[in-house]
């Protein structure tokens, strides 16, 4: 393993125990269940499974509009658990939610990660019979979220990406923390980018002709709903493809949290803590573009 390859893991674990630090306090809605580590394909580990999460006052939640998300953590780590506090959150506003794992870097790669995002998709529009539905993202699962997306319409892609989608629509798209490709540093960390590239694109070279969103936009892809705070490292990506989607004229929304309210706001904070009032209020605005949605 390279000196590099270790600092870039050694980022990412460390950043995974902040988020522990940032939840000690957090607490579990009793008004919300959830249904834990449910498969979505065969294998024996909880990489394979998904949450659902729902308001237990709810005759019958599996009528509600479906939410599917997609957690981050720069394709080499993170765990459905993290999210699942946003998942309660957006359920008490008439959604069914549900998060889900996957393979991380480098024992999964980007094509993996695609394959295995696809492989809970299907499954779970098809355990809640939905036609329709509504897909979530934050930092690198915004990533995916956006290359998923893209396929839906691109025959070749998934030809390359060996991937089949359900027939089911996706009506818009939630995004924390948004990057148009797959380098997570900035630009003076170019390094850092190469190996992370390095990371998910190895067995898989063949997919790196697509992974970048803006090359592979098309008016197919749904509405999207943008997040982030003024002060994030991700803030001028989040800002340049918000201007990338005006300049496209396609249907879009952006909520922008103030610099250091509520203290020092730190990257996808509305998924991590989505307890804080900044948190409500973007989550909320993303809701409700979520109900305006045709």
């Known amino acids: 393993m390279s000196l590099i390859n270790k600092l870039v893991l050694g980022i990412y674990n460390n950043q995974l125990k902040d988020v522990d630090n940032k939840q000690q306090n957090m607490t579990w809605d009793n008004e919300v269940a959830i249904e834990e580590n449910i498969p979505y394909q065969e294998g024996n580990d909880n990489l394979c499974t998904y949450d659902y999460i729902y308001e237990k006052k ?31 959150f957006l359920a008490k506003y008439h959604y069914q939610v549900t998060t889900l794992n996957y393979h991380y870097a480098p024992e ?18 098809e355990n809640y019979q939905k036609e329709e539905f509504f897909l979530t993202g934050d930092s690198s699962g915004s990533v995916l979220v956006l290359l998923i997306s893209l396929l839906w319409n691109n025959e070749e892609m998934r030809n390359t990406y060996e991937v089949e989608v359900p027939e089911a629509r996706i009506k818009a798209l939630g995004l924390t923390g948004t990057q148009a490709g797959i380098d997570m540093f900035p630009p003076f960390m170019k390094p850092f980018n190469k190996e992370n590239r390095r990371l998910i694109l190895t067995g898989c070279e063949e997919i ?25 490292v991700c803030y001028p ?26 203290g020092k706001l730190y990257h996808c904070f509305n998924v991590i803590r989505p307890d804080l009032n900044c948190s409500k209020r973007m989550n909320e605005a993303m809701i409700n573009y979520f109900n305006n949605i045709n």
């Open 108 to 125: 999964g790669n980007l094509k993996k990660q695609v394959q295995d995002c696809l492989a809970a998709i299907t499954k779970i529009v």
């Open 237 to 262: 990506n989040c800002k340049d493809f918000d201007q990338f989607l005006t300049e496209k004229n396609h249907p879009h929304q952006s909520f922008y949290c103030k610099k250091k309210e509520e």
């Open 58 to 88: 709810e005759i019958n939640p599996k009528a509600l509009p479906l939410i599917i998300n997609i957690h981050g953590g720069a394709f080499c780590g993170g765990d459905k658990s993290v999210n699942k506090y946003y998942g309660a």
């Open 208 to 232: 790196e002709k697509y992974t970048n969103i803006k090359e592979l936009w098309t008016n197919d892809m749904p509405a999207v709903f943008i997040m982030s705070a003024e002060e994030d």
